[in-house]
């Protein structure tokens, strides 16, 4: 027997649903368009910053400084995870999560230099998992939006028109 899902995954459902369709997704989809969309949309700069990262560190890192957010990512990673790991990480932004003390996972910053940090390991913590449903969300439209038939998506109804070809 399947457990029935509690409240709280049920609201996160609901609401990460109602977050991947109120976006107006670049066509075709680019995460880097779709971040700066997002910077637009939150009006405060969104960099994207390609690392060098050795392997057991986190394939994705969200970084809210006083200035702009930061998502730190492998510059080596394959293009389909790297876009899941952008969008996963832009999804933390869109659901407003709050991050754990830069020195904690940065000690060697100075203090202050960044507010909070978002470090996806694992998908224990609610955050993470909500990330990675609205993550999924937002590519699973981008993918129905740029198939040629434009098909509605069966999980959020039909994509909102862009007015682009």
């Not at 057991?56 to 957010?69: F, V, Y």
């Not at 492998?74 to 293009?79: E, F, G, I, L, W």
């Amino acid at each position: 027997m399947t457990p029935r899902p509690s409240w709280r995954a049920l609201r996160a459902r609901r609401r990460c649903r109602a977050l991947a369709a109120g976006l107006e997704l670049p066509v075709p989809f680019d995460a880097a368009a779709l971040a700066a969309a997002v910077a637009r949309r939150r009006g405060r700069p969104v960099e994207l910053m390609p690392t060098a990262w050795r392997p057991g560190l986190p394939c994705g890192l969200l970084i809210s400084a006083e200035q702009a957010d930061y998502i730190v990512y492998v510059a080596d990673t394959p293009p389909l995870h790297r876009a899941h790991i952008l969008v996963h990480e832009l999804a933390h932004l869109l659901c407003g999560h709050r991050g754990t003390a830069s020195g904690e996972l940065l000690p060697h910053l100075p203090a202050g230099l960044a507010g909070r940090v978002l470090g996806r390991t694992v998908y224990s913590a609610p955050q993470e998992r909500e990330a990675e449903l609205l993550a999924s969300l937002i590519l699973q439209r981008a993918v129905w939006t740029d198939s040629p038939a434009a098909r509605p998506d069966p999980f959020l109804g039909p994509a909102p028109r862009t007015g682009r070809p």
